[in-house]
Every structure is written in C-alpha cells, then in structure tokens.
C-alpha cells in the first residue's frame, strides 16, 4: 500500500518539476529512503509535522498514510516555494506548507505535535540553528511524541575511504547556497544527534544503503565500497532515529 501511492507521488511530482533532471538510480535511491521513513512512522498517529519540506515527497506520503492534513515548513527563499502547480498539488494532497525560517523559531503552538519528523535537514544548519531547533521541537512535540531523524551517516565508508587516503570529509568552506539555505556544513553520527536530543528516549537507530551526496556511488569504486558498507551496517550511507519524548 505503502508503494503504491509513494510511487504515484514521484510521477505526480516528476511531472511537476521537469526541470530537475533525476537519474533512474537516484530516483531508486530516494525512493528506498521515503519508503522507509514511512514506514518508521506508519504506526504513529496524531498531528504531524514535516520540517523540511522539499520537493513535498515526505509529507505527502504522511498526509496519505494518515488520511489528515500534515504541516510541513520550508525556507521561503527556495525556488520551487513559489512554483504555482506544486503549492497546488500539497494542497490537494492535504499538505499545508508554512514559510518559515528555522533562526526564527517555529511558528506553531506548544505542545502542538504528535509527530515530528526532520529529515535530511540537520546536516544544513549552523550549530546555533541546531541548537533553536532542538529548542523548539522540545516545545511543540506533546508529551507523549515522536521524532524522527535522518540524516546522512558521517561513518559512511566512503569517508573512511577518503581518511585512509588522507583526503577530507567536511564540506568545503564555499558552500553551496540554495536561496538563503545552505547545501552540507556539518554531518554527523548517530551519538552526536542522540547527545543533541537528550530530552528524547532513542527507541531505534537503523543504517540503510543510500547514495552518498557525492559522485563516489556512480562510478566502480563507489559501488564496491557501497556493497561493503552493506555487510557492515554502521559503514552505510544514511542513518535514522526514532525517538520518544521523555
């Protein structure tokens, strides 16, 4: 059931944006990955929130799974925010998309969630960004809620690839800029986000094979190294937390 509509929602938003041009692998990859977030949050039922929108997949999908509206937040710098077929397209979907900047803090009332799910997000913030974040999750999340995280795992082996071979893993000091967002400026392992949201009872941790946010997937060597990182799940590409509301 699951697949059947997450499928729909990447043709229906394939058509929408036909200027971003996806391989048939990456669509794969990020096919596997909301796959999974959903089904981390099948079970979990109550108001929902997506920080992060992006091209709307996640909170889509949670709005179908959940038969009710989800809110979803987005930099209103980005380009696609005011794309005409895709504000239209979330709406019909029951998606209320928000303009929000995360500096400012987030502009719903405390204790307002049931469901938080930040994915593929904290990996763009500054620390003092994270540090708002955390902050104000703690206060819309109720009582009793959930949070998940995902973001991509810096243990990966292609990092440790690049260690070996003394090359770099942090992103370069230019980085990229999207709008008023930015592309990597930190990623992270597990403990360190588990340390960050200490207020928050981890409840599962899960390694899965992704793709890499470089071009060492596409290529002989990036596949070799992927499959090992397979056998070795604390060596793949993308990392997911579960978490409870202490």
Partial sequence: MIQQYLKSIFKELQQIFPEYSFSKQEVILWFKHYLYLLKLANNINGNTLEIGAGFGVLATGLAKQQHKTVFSIEHPSRDFFYKKEYIEYLLNNNVHLVGCD?????????????????????EHLY??????LRDEIKRIIKPTGY???STPNLGRIQNIWRLTRGEPINPTLSIDM????????REFVPIELIDIFSDFENKKISYKSLSPVDGYFFNKKGKILSTIGYFVPKWREEFYLLMKRR
């Avoid at 620390?127 to 708002?132: F, H, L, Y």
Wanted: proline fraction near 5%; glycine fraction near 8%; include cysteine.
């Fill in 102 to 122: 995360i500096s400012d803090g987030l502009p719903f009332k405390t204790q307002s969630f049931e469901l938080i799910c930040c994915c593929d997000v904290i």
């Fill in 147 to 149: 949070l998940i995280l």
């Fill in 127 to 132: 620390p003092q960004q994270i540090n708002i």
């Fill in 178 to 185: 999207f709008g008023s967002t930015f592309g990597h400026i």
